[in-house]
């Protein structure tokens, strides 16, 4: 029997417009999608025919991830072997450290993560496009999450459409994880009651996108404007960040995704590490770990490369 185990990395919205709704109900989106370091704990091994999934770990909810068949590792594992007509076992176990339900795609991670593990095993491996392809039919963030091209990517349509870009040099990420969370169903009715002006057309450049100075003056979340009316602490914390005595520290703040996770990016002439510290205290945030109140913060770094999938023998 063989183990494949890979990191499964979070991500976060450099920027996302929301735009058309199509007639089925997909909204199309436009969004710079970049990794962190920070990652789940994947891990597949193959059996002789049994089938299950474990989950544990620090940000695993005290109630757990739900029914089995309703989590993206499992639909993923299905999928695949159904696609391929390869009937074999598995048994998935995933260590949880990215936030549960919070737009950093820790569902979509595990599950192209799975795709990825799978895909190492397989006797006959589906070929990149055709695991994408399948990826899409998971979910939005799924694709950019099992493609192993680059940690920067800029997706379109349903997030099935994918142009990898150079990754930008690491940049320290302070993330502010709310224990209450944003439905993403919710997000999507807010936006429809309170629509938007309609976007400007944009023409970007590979050069926009390979700077971080550039990237910093294109962010923006079309969520947060309904969003953020919706969660006063979500609110009060951002509109804190944004204060010009932290802004020198943290000068980049957006939320990712559609809630409620915000992360703060430091600036970009510094390599040095964020002292969580005075933010911290400013919030009154307990960084002691998940028992504290009902926001935590956690130390991460942009991506400079996609994990690789370890096989064991």
């Known amino acids: 029997m063989r183990r494949a185990r890979v990191v499964a990395q979070a991500k976060i919205n450099l920027f996302l417009r929301i735009l058309a709704r199509e007639a089925n109900g997909y909204h199309q989106l436009e969004t710079l999608l970049c990794r962190l370091e920070l990652g789940d704990d994947v891990s597949v091994r ?28 499992w639909r993923a594992a299905v999928a695949y072997a159904e696609a391929t007509g390869w009937g074999t076992g598995f048994e998935i176990e995933i260590i949880k450290r990215i936030p549960v339900g919070g737009g950093l795609g820790g569902g979509s991670a595990d599950a192209g993560g799975v795709l990825r593990a799978l895909n190492a095993l397989a006797p006959v491996p589906l070929g990149d496009h055709a695991l994408l392809r399948l990826a899409a039919t998971l979910g ?3 694709p950019f999450l099992t493609q192993a091209a680059s940690p920067l990517a800029l997706a379109w349509g349903r997030g099935d459409r994918l142009l990898a870009l150079p990754p930008l040099p690491p940049r320290h990420c302070l993330l502010f994880a709310f224990r209450e969370g944003v439905s993403t169903v919710d997000a999507y009715r807010w936006l429809a009651e309170s629509p938007a002006e309609p976007t ?15 990237v910093d003056l294109m962010a923006y979340n079309e969520f947060e404007r309904v969003v953020l009316p919706h969660h006063p602490l979500l609110r009060d914390v951002f509109n804190g960040l944004r204060q010009p005595e932290l802004r020198v520290t943290l000068p980049f703040v957006r939320m990712s995704g559609s809630g409620a996770t915000l992360f703060a990016l430091q600036p970009i002439d ?12 400013a919030f009154g945030i ?18 400079a490369h996609v994990e690789s999938v370890r096989l064991d023998e």
């Open 46 to 73: 193959l059996t002789d025919g049994a089938r299950s999934l474990d989950c544990g770990g620090p940000t695993l909810p005290p109630s757990g991830l739900g029914p089995v068949e309703q989590n993206l590792a």
């Open 140 to 142: 939005a963030d799924v």
């Open 200 to 214: 400007a057309s944009v023409a970007y450049t590979l050069e926009w996108l390979a700077h971080w100075s550039h």
């Open 270 to 281: 510094t390599s040095d590490e964020v002292d969580r510290d005075p933010v911290a205290i």
């Open 286 to 303: 307990d960084t002691g770990g998940p028992e504290g109140g009902a926001v935590d913060m956690l130390d991460t770094q942009t991506a």
